[in-house]
């Protein structure tokens, strides 16, 4: 960045750091002596969010808050390091895509200043249930996109079994599922 100005204050920067340079205050009615050069104060400025770490379940979202010291600006830029897993909005809002990591950059626009927040999707359960003969004999939370595995064709005595109603996926979408034996 380069040195700024805004209103009274005046803004610079030294590496990844922000400096305000604003006039000391003097006492009400204390006037400056004649020879007295206007002092500066240094306040370094930092960003920070308010978490960083945060793990989300598939498809669920969480706003991130960023602060900024000395309160000097609200002009954020948010950017996710792996969109398909979590995409981020200017105003921090982040959805959760897919299962998997990423990383979530916050920094005071015009700056390198910034802060992070590693961000893990979860995949979400659903219920798998098999109901034979009106009655439910089976059931499991399963993850999105698990394999699903059916236990033995269910026996009733004197009929065959012909199979499930609706037919059975090889993996879990993301909804509850219920099959019902077929005979």
Not at 12 to 24: E, M, N, P
Not at 125 to 131: D, F, G, K, S
């Amino acid at each position: 960045c380069q040195g700024i100005s805004l209103a009274s204050l005046f803004f610079a920067c030294k590496g990844d750091q922000i400096f305000i340079l604003h006039q000391k205050q003097r006492r009400k009615g204390e006037k400056k002596k004649r020879k007295e050069k206007d002092v500066f104060e240094n306040i370094e400025v930092k960003l920070t969010l308010d978490r960083t770490q945060l793990t989300l379940s598939n498809k669920s979202t969480q706003t991130l808050t960023a602060t900024v010291t000395e309160h000097i600006t609200d002009d954020f830029v948010f950017e996710s390091s792996d969109t398909n897993v979590a995409e981020v909005s200017s105003d921090g809002r982040i959805t959760a895509k897919a299962p998997g990591k990423a990383v979530i950059t916050v920094k005071i626009n015009g700056t390198e200043i910034s802060a992070q927040c590693e961000v893990t999707v979860i995949p979400r359960r659903y219920r798998l249930e098999l109901v034979v003969n009106g009655e439910t004999v089976y059931y499991r939370d399963l993850e999105e996109g698990s394999k699903i595995d059916i236990p033995e064709d269910p026996e009733l005595s004197g009929l065959n079994f012909a199979g499930w109603t609706p037919e059975v996926p090889e993996t879990m979408p993301s909804n509850d599922l219920t099959f019902t034996a077929v005979y």
